[in-house]
């Protein structure tokens, strides 16, 4: 392992035992037939089976390209993803699912196209081997988000996508509680590009992203990047306030006319309501916008690193093929190590 590979591979992992064996097995073997130098970082995410036990072992069988990060709790999938970018020496920087829906064997794909000048890469998932349901909600969330923040991506939820060094010092540098790492690349990239790639069914376990975790995700896209919706529902407002000013009106003069209205008690009871409502979803929004802020301003630790498993910096100029029984640097890291 050099100072500075050339490829870099982050793999946060949550709960994933039942399937890391076979990413094992089809990773490092299509890393090594790239031909060029790389490292692998594995952020274990708070995992409560074996994955942390079975990372320890695989950087003890391949200590020359592989590190590995352990959280002492569960912080998410995009905060493991920023640890992982801050723990990256590489030139280029790939991130990868756990779960091998995306093939590992597309990484060279990737980094061929970086190869053609572009410094962002995503990826559009074809013949998705995922539930219609979810293939449609994806759809959706995505034509709704692009009409809202402007950001270009096909397929949002793919997580197989490569970033250039340059990309990955800037996200480093944004001190963001809540965000999405596509979306905040694509916002710095300047030669951006998208790539089909497969994708196969889950190799083992079940997928941790439920419904709500998808809506909360698309919130937080949408609340980082835009003020569109604060936008939309000022203008919801004023285009209900002039409602109101009319009925107002209507009733005034109806009432000098006809005489007191006896009926429609139920009308205004409706009325009422759906105002009600709207203003309740104001101040919904309006709170996911102060509770970002409130998040922010208290600065506490995004994430708390237990320990790092890498070699110590002798070691990495060693041969590929020599295994250390030295004790890892980092592993006596405090628990209170954290990414500030």
Same mark, same amino acid.
Do not use: W
């Given at each position: 392992?050099?100072?500075?590979?050339?490829?870099?591979?982050?793999?946060?992992?949550?709960?994933?035992?039942?399937?890391?064996?076979?990413?094992?097995?089809?990773?490092?073997?299509?890393?090594?037939?790239?031909?060029?130098?790389?490292?692998?970082?594995?952020?274990?995410?708070?995992?409560?089976?074996?994955?942390?036990?079975?990372?320890?072992?695989?950087?003890?069988?391949?200590?020359?390209?592989?590190?590995?990060?352990?959280?002492?709790?569960?912080?998410?999938?995009?905060?493991?993803?920023?640890?992982?970018?801050?723990?990256?020496?590489?030139?280029?920087?790939?991130?990868?699912?756990?779960?091998?829906?995306?093939?590992?064997?597309?990484?060279?794909?990737?980094?061929?196209?970086?190869?053609?000048?572009?410094?962002?890469?995503?990826?559009?998932?074809?013949?998705?081997?995922?539930? #219609?349901?979810? &293939?449609?909600?994806?759809? !959706?969330? =995505?034509?709704? %988000? *692009?009409?809202? +923040?402007? /950001?270009?991506?096909?397929?949002?939820?793919?997580?197989?996508? #490569?970033?250039? &060094?340059?990309?990955?010092? !800037?996200? =480093?540098?944004? %001190? *963001?509680?809540? +965000?999405? /790492?596509?979306?905040?690349?694509?916002?710095?990239?300047?030669?951006?590009?998208?790539?089909?790639?497969?994708?196969?069914?889950?190799?083992?376990? *079940?997928?941790?992203?439920?419904?709500?975790?998808?809506?909360?995700?698309?919130?937080?896209?949408?609340?980082?990047?835009?003020?569109?919706?604060?936008?939309?529902?000022?203008?919801?407002?004023?285009?209900?306030?002039?409602?109101?000013?009319?009925?107002?009106?209507?009733?005034?003069?109806?009432?000098?006319?006809?005489?007191?209205?006896?009926?429609?008690?139920?009308?205004?009871?409706?009325?009422?309501?759906?105002?009600?409502?709207?203003?309740?979803?104001?101040?919904?929004?309006?709170?996911?916008?102060?509770?970002?802020?409130?998040?922010?301003?208290?600065?506490?630790?995004?994430?708390?690193?237990?320990?790092?498993?890498?070699?110590?910096?002798?070691?990495?100029?060693?041969?590929?093929?020599?295994?250390?029984?030295?004790?890892?640097?980092?592993?006596?890291?405090?628990?209170?190590?954290?990414?500030?």
């Amino acid at each position: 392992m050099s100072e500075s590979p050339e490829v870099s591979v982050v793999i946060p992992v949550y709960n994933e035992e039942a399937g890391l064996t076979a990413l094992f097995e089809r990773l490092y073997p299509a890393l090594d037939a790239l031909g060029r130098s790389y490292e692998i970082v594995f952020v274990n995410d708070g995992s409560r089976d074996r994955s942390a036990a079975m990372l320890r072992e695989q950087y003890q069988k391949r200590p020359d390209v592989t590190r590995v990060v352990l959280f002492n709790g569960n912080f998410g999938q995009h905060l493991a993803i920023m640890a992982g970018f801050e723990h990256t020496r590489g030139r280029r920087v790939v991130t990868l699912d756990a779960d091998l829906q995306n093939p590992p064997e597309e990484i060279g794909n990737l980094i061929a196209a970086m190869d053609r000048g572009h410094d962002y890469v995503g990826t559009i998932r074809k013949m998705r081997q995922d539930t #219609a349901f979810r &293939r449609h909600a994806s759809r !959706a969330m =995505n034509r709704l %988000r *692009e009409r809202i +923040t402007r /950001i270009h991506m096909t397929d949002q939820g793919c997580m197989l996508r #490569a970033y250039s &060094r340059d990309i990955v010092d !800037a996200i =480093n540098a944004c %001190r *963001e509680v809540n +965000t999405f /790492i596509p979306a905040l690349a694509f916002t710095f990239a300047q030669n951006p590009t998208e790539i089909a790639v497969g994708h196969e069914e889950r190799a083992a376990g *079940e997928s941790k992203y439920s419904l709500y975790h998808l809506i909360r995700l698309n919130f937080d896209l949408v609340t980082g990047f835009s003020l569109v919706p604060l936008q939309m529902f000022s203008l919801i407002g004023i285009g209900i306030s002039l409602a109101s000013l009319a009925f107002v009106v209507v009733l005034a003069i109806r009432r000098l006319i006809v005489g007191p209205e006896a009926e429609g008690l139920f009308t205004l009871f409706g009325i009422a309501f759906f105002l009600i409502g709207i203003t309740l979803f104001g101040i919904g929004l309006l709170g996911e916008y102060v509770g970002r802020i409130y998040q922010q301003v208290r600065q506490r630790p995004r994430y708390l690193i237990q320990a790092v498993l890498e070699p110590r910096p002798d070691e990495r100029f060693r041969e590929a093929g020599h295994r250390s029984t030295d004790t890892p640097t980092g592993t006596e890291a405090p628990a209170a190590r954290n990414a500030e």
